[in-house]
Nanobody, 126 residues
Framework: QVQLVESGGGLVQAGDSLRLSCAAS????????IGWFRQVPEKAREFVGA??????????YYGDSLLGRLTISRDSGKNAVDLQMDSLKPEDTGVYYC?????????????????WGLGTPVTVSS
């Protein structure tokens, strides 16, 4: 059983920063990528960023929506991936989901992920 729990969402003002965290637990040994997606009503989930890792290192992937305002990092001790978002804009508002994928998953493709968290809402006021 795999569980993903997102945290850190909330209400902020435009220009503020927010740090989201995704903690994974359970049988995650065959997974090596955590991705973040956001969703607003009546739209498909949008790729925000992802982090993959192997024994020799990791790779970060960034979507276009927060490019230049986003940093993804991993806390291997906590089996968590954090999303640092800066200079937030009202259009960054949405529910942010993290997902866990097995080896070989395509980081930006939501359909390639196996496990999903319940999401954490982010609201950016103008």
């Amino acid at each position: 059983q795999v569980q993903l729990v997102e945290s850190g969402g909330g209400l902020v003002q435009a220009g503020d920063s927010l740090r989201l965290s995704c903690a994974a637990s359970g049988r995650t040994f065959d997974c090596n990528v955590i991705g973040w997606f956001r969703q607003v009503p009546e739209k498909a989930r949008e790729f925000v960023g992802a982090l993959s890792w192997t024994a020799s290192g990791g790779n970060a992937y960034y979507g276009d929506s927060l490019l230049g305002r986003l940093t993804i990092s991993r806390d291997s001790g906590k089996n968590a991936v954090d999303l640092q978002m800066d200079s937030l804009k009202p259009e960054d508002t949405g529910v942010y989901y993290c997902a866990l994928g097995a080896y070989g998953s395509s980081p930006s493709d939501a359909s390639s992920y196996t496990y999903w968290g319940l999401g954490t809402p982010v609201t950016v006021s103008s």
